[in-house]
C-alpha cells in the first residue's frame, strides 16, 4: 500500500496542465493536435493507474517514457529529442514503475529552460559485469546544467538533504526503490 500511495503522490499538477493545453488547442483549431496529444493522454494516465503494479519491464517504462515525450513535444513549442539506447536482452528485466520516467520529468522540468536550446536527453541501458556480479546499467543524462557532484554524492550514500530541490519525484523513487530492494 505504501508503495501505490508513493505512486500516487507523483505531478497532479501535470494532468492538469494536459487539460487546460488540451482546451487551448481546441481553441485555436489545432483538431489533429488535439486528437493526438488527448490518445498520448490516455496511454499515460493507463500505465500510471494500473492497480497493483509497482514493477513493469523495462521495455514498457521506455514506451511510457517515449509517450511522455510525445505528450511534452505537443504542449510546448520548444525543442525536445529523447534518445531511448536500450539492450534487447535487457528489456524484459523488472524495474520499478515510473523509475525512468522521475529522471525524463525532471530533465523537462530542471534543463528545458536553458538558452532556448533544445533538450537533448539519452536514455541508456546495458548489462554491466564486475568481478563479483552482473547488474543493470541504467543511465538517464540531458544536456542541462545537471546536479552539482556534492549532491549526487550525498544521493549515492542514501542522504537526501531537505534543502537539495530534488522535488518530490526522486525523493519518492529512492523511497520505492528501498521498500523494493531493502537498500
Same mark, same amino acid.
Given at each position: 500500500?505504501?508503495?501505490?500511495?508513493?505512486?500516487?503522490?507523483?505531478? $497532479? *499538477?501535470?494532468?492538469?496542465?494536459?487539460?487546460?493545453?488540451?482546451?487551448?488547442?481546441?481553441?485555436?483549431?489545432e483538431?489533429?493536435?488535439?486528437?493526438?496529444?488527448?490518445l *498520448?493522454?490516455? #496511454? *499515460?494516465? @493507463?500505465?500510471l493507474l494500473?492497480k497493483d /503494479? %509497482?514493477?513493469? #519491464?523495462?521495455?514498457?517504462?521506455?514506451?511510457f517514457?517515449?509517450?511522455y515525450?510525445?505528450?511534452?513535444?505537443?504542449?510546448?513549442?520548444?525543442?525536445l529529442f529523447?534518445?531511448?539506447?536500450?539492450?534487447?536482452?535487457v &528489456?524484459?528485466? $523488472? /524495474?520499478p514503475?515510473?523509475?525512468?520516467q522521475?529522471f525524463?520529468?525532471?530533465? =523537462?522540468?530542471y534543463? &528545458?529552460?536553458?538558452?532556448?536550446k533544445?533538450?537533448?536527453i539519452?536514455i @541508456?541501458a546495458?548489462? @554491466?559485469k564486475t568481478?563479483?556480479? %552482473?547488474?543493470?546499467?541504467?543511465? =538517464?543524462k540531458d544536456n542541462? $546544467?545537471?546536479y #552539482?557532484?556534492?549532491l549526487?554524492h550525498?544521493?549515492?550514500?542514501?542522504?537526501? $538533504?531537505?534543502?537539495? @530541490?530534488?522535488?518530490v519525484?526522486i525523493?519518492n523513487?529512492? *523511497? &520505492?526503490? &528501498?521498500?523494493?530492494?531493502?537498500?
Open positions: 500500500m505504501q508503495l501505490q500511495y508513493l505512486q500516487l503522490q507523483l505531478a $497532479p *499538477h501535470f494532468y492538469t496542465n494536459c487539460l487546460k493545453n488540451a482546451y487551448y488547442m481546441l481553441m485555436l483549431g483538431y489533429e493536435n488535439v486528437e493526438s496529444f488527448l *498520448h493522454l490516455s #496511454s *499515460h494516465l @493507463r500505465y494500473q /503494479v %509497482t514493477m513493469v #519491464s523495462l521495455g514498457q517504462e521506455c514506451d517514457v517515449h509517450n515525450i510525445e505528450l511534452q513535444k505537443l504542449m510546448t513549442a520548444k525543442g529523447c534518445e531511448i539506447l536500450i539492450d534487447e536482452e &528489456r524484459h528485466l $523488472p /524495474v514503475l515510473l523509475s525512468l522521475t525524463v520529468e525532471n530533465s =523537462v522540468k534543463a &528545458r529552460n536553458m538558452e532556448e533544445e533538450l537533448v539519452t @541508456r546495458k548489462y @554491466r568481478e563479483e556480479t %552482473t547488474y543493470l546499467d541504467i543511465q =538517464v542541462g $546544467p545537471g #552539482s557532484k556534492e549526487l550525498m544521493l549515492n550514500q542514501g542522504e537526501i $538533504p531537505e534543502d537539495s @530541490r530534488l522535488g519525484g525523493l523513487l529512492l *523511497h &520505492r526503490m &528501498r521498500i523494493q530492494y531493502g537498500t
